[in-house]
């Protein structure tokens, strides 16, 4: 795996490179072609502790993670195991035979999660045109974290979300 590791106002030292590397190449084992694949590691000075943020795409899907604690050390141990945690978590859906393209991991390698998740409900909702701050209003009368909605500028489907820092955020499609 080609790992390229990039500081955000935090010089990153070869022996925090050589750490990150090392912990990423527990992760080969669950790959198909790791050769192929390029890894993009940042680590950010945020206020009083490092934050590190691992971004692993796939040619099917996107594996990313994002860890803040005290220690650089400890944040890139938590997010390794978060990435190796998302995998053993998914590989029963990673092998159905509904998804057809999972040639991105060795499924042979994966040990799966002791707890298997599954749609428990489904829910149709009607989707009405409105702009942002409608969305977002109708979004935190409802309590939830998401509202999705048509955005009445283009037309087309939009979710409006709570961020982790307690700011908003869009998804539209293409």
Do not use: C, W
Request: charged content about 40%; aromatic content about 6%.
């Amino acid at each position: 795996m080609e790992i390229i590791i990039r500081g955000d106002k935090i010089t990153v030292t070869q022996a925090m490179k050589d750490y990150i590397e090392e912990k990423l190449s527990k992760l080969d084992k669950y790959l198909d072609n790791p050769s192929a694949i390029r890894a993009k590691v940042i680590v950010k000075a945020d206020k009083d502790s490092p934050r590190v943020e691992v971004t692993i795409p796939l040619k099917s899907y996107i594996l990313r993670s994002e860890e803040k604690k005290d220690d650089f050390y400890a944040a890139v141990d938590k997010t390794i195991d978060k990435l190796e945690r998302q995998i053993r978590k998914n590989k029963t859906r990673l092998s159905s035979k509904k998804i057809n393209n999972n040639k991105d991991f060795a499924l042979e390698a994966i040990k799966p999660a002791k707890e298997e998740k599954k749609i428990t409900r489904r829910k149709t909702v009607e989707v009405k045109p409105m702009n942002e701050e409608e969305a977002i209003l109708q979004m935190e009368l409802l309590g939830h974290d998401f509202f999705m909605y048509k955005d009445d500028e283009t037309g087309k489907p939009a979710v409006v979300y709570r961020r982790k820092d307690k700011d908003y955020g869009v998804i539209t499609s293409e």
